[in-house]
């Protein structure tokens, strides 16, 4: 939780709708390095690397206290880029009281949240500014930048939902969003596990 937000009496805080940067909230930053696994394309992600560590996405949020009645929520920006034919991505998460849902609110660019549940049951959502999408409970979420320009959303969630990182970690995705003919094109994920 951040020191300065009074979550009891209310607070305002800075985001700007074009960038989905703030001042007043906390950023974190994803370089290549720290995901590179989660690309199927092993020698891409070498070759890139060789070049640098390129950040993939940031995202800029308050630490809500772990309480049903609190809200938590903040911006995610995806730049634009691909690994091989595989385009840059959050990692993506499952919530750990996995039947919580989310809303997003696209800001600004192009791409699509790649939604799963353990089931297996596969959901892709196109984003583009102007749309709100609701991720469903119970479904991985992860963004994907198919677009030129910076992807942009704004997410809210229930304050004690919590994130699980690493069941996507060790299994991966069932599917992946590449680009084919210069469409975005859904596959099996030949890693998967
Ligand atoms: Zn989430």
């Known amino acids: ?43 891409a992600v070498s070759k890139c690397l060789d070049g640098g560590d390129p950040l993939i996405y940031e995202f800029y949020e308050l630490g809500a206290p772990e309480d049903a009645g609190a809200l938590a929520f903040g911006t995610s920006i995806v730049y634009p880029g691909k690994i091989g034919d595989e385009y840059f991505m ?5 919530h750990t009281i996995i039947a919580t849902s989310e809303v997003y609110y696209c800001l600004a660019g192009k791409g699509a949240m790649l939604c799963e549940n353990p089931e297996g049951d596969v959901k892709l959502f196109e984003l583009e500014a102007g749309k709100a999408l609701y991720v469903p409970p ?47 094109t859904l596959v099996d994920n030949p890693k998967w596990s």
């Open 138 to 184: 119970r479904y991985a979420h992860r963004s994907i930048n198919t677009g030129q320009e910076t992807l942009v959303t704004f997410f809210v969630f229930r304050g004690d939902a919590g994130h699980d990182y690493g069941t996507i970690e060790e299994k991966g995705y069932r599917k992946l969003l590449v680009e084919k003919d210069q469409k975005p």
């Open 90 to 94: 959050t990692k993506g998460h499952f």
């Open 1 to 43: 939780m951040s020191a300065g937000f009074n979550w009891e009496q209310g607070f305002l805080l800075d985001f700007d709708l074009l960038t989905g940067l703030s001042k007043g909230a906390n950023a974190s930053k994803r370089y290549l390095s720290q995901m590179k696994e989660m690309y199927y394309d092993e020698s």
